[in-house]
């Protein structure tokens, strides 16, 4: 798990650097799984209206009612959906695109290796 910079880095940084990467995914993933955040985001009405989702089957229209209240698809986490009937109705054309999106991650993970 990443944790925040102890302290501002003063030195310049290039925009692919790894102080860089860490930083932004402490910021756009490990922030936002901490629960204050999303308390605060549940609490808050206009975080809560950018943040809630729409369910990913395309002929559901159920929203969340509450910040991260749908389960996530545990190959792609791209798309979300509010029940396991909708997750199964909806696998025949998500399938695709779910595994071509963890091949290309697998792929960025070897990369990253090198």
Avoid at 32 to 42: H, I, L, Q, Y
Avoid at 85 to 111: I, M, N, Y
Wanted: charged share 30%; proline share 7%; with cysteine.
């Amino acid at each position: 798990m990443y944790s925040p910079p102890a302290e501002p880095n003063r030195l310049p940084r290039s925009m692919a650097s790894p102080e860089e990467a860490q930083d932004y995914l402490w910021f756009s993933q490990d922030l936002w799984m901490e629960e204050s955040v999303w308390e605060w985001a549940d609490s808050n009405p206009d975080a809560k209206q950018a943040i809630l989702k729409n369910c990913s089957r395309p002929d559901c229209r159920v929203r969340e009612g509450s910040v991260a209240q749908f389960k996530r698809c545990a190959g792609c986490r791209l798309v979300s959906y509010c029940n396991t009937s909708c997750q199964r109705g909806h696998w025949k054309d998500h399938k695709p695109v779910c595994k071509e999106h963890q091949a290309r991650k697998a792929q960025t993970k070897l990369f990253a290796r090198v």
